[in-house]
């Protein structure tokens, strides 16, 4: 079973800018970055695959920047500008593929607030 480690979020000034890091305890490639609000779905947010692939929600887009440090297992969110909206807890999420079946593993998640 991977094992994903979130840091610990926190609260920041609307503008301001915020990092979140998911540790795996082995190799993910395929990482992402989900958020969620209470009565809400969770939603997602960014992802990486490998070193160079990457994706966006649009809500994010232009704001927000996900890599990857691979001797770490470590895949990072870089979040700036940020906005009362992008308050939620942040789930990092990897998916493993074995025999080419996918599974996916999942952090505790994190809590950000963006006060204003």
């Known amino acids: 079973q991977l094992r994903l480690v979130e840091s610990e979020g926190g609260t920041v000034e609307v503008g301001g800018s915020l990092t979140l890091s998911c540790t795996a305890s082995?190799?993910?490639?395929?990482t992402n970055w989900y958020r969620q609000t209470p009565g809400n779905e969770r939603d997602f947010v960014a992802g990486?695959?490998?070193?160079?692939?990457?994706n966006y929600a649009d809500s994010v887009k232009g704001r927000f920047s996900i890599s990857r440090d691979d001797p770490t297992n470590t895949v990072y969110l870089q979040m700036n500008n940020l906005k009362p909206e992008d308050s939620a807890t942040y789930y990092c999420?990897?998916?493993?593929?074995?025999?080419?079946?996918?599974?996916?593993?999942w952090g505790e998640g994190t809590h950000v607030t963006v006060s204003s």
């Open positions: 999420n990897a998916v493993t593929s074995t025999d080419g079946d996918d599974k996916n593993h």
């Open positions: 082995g190799r993910a490639p395929a």
């Open positions: 990486i695959i490998g070193n160079s692939g990457t």
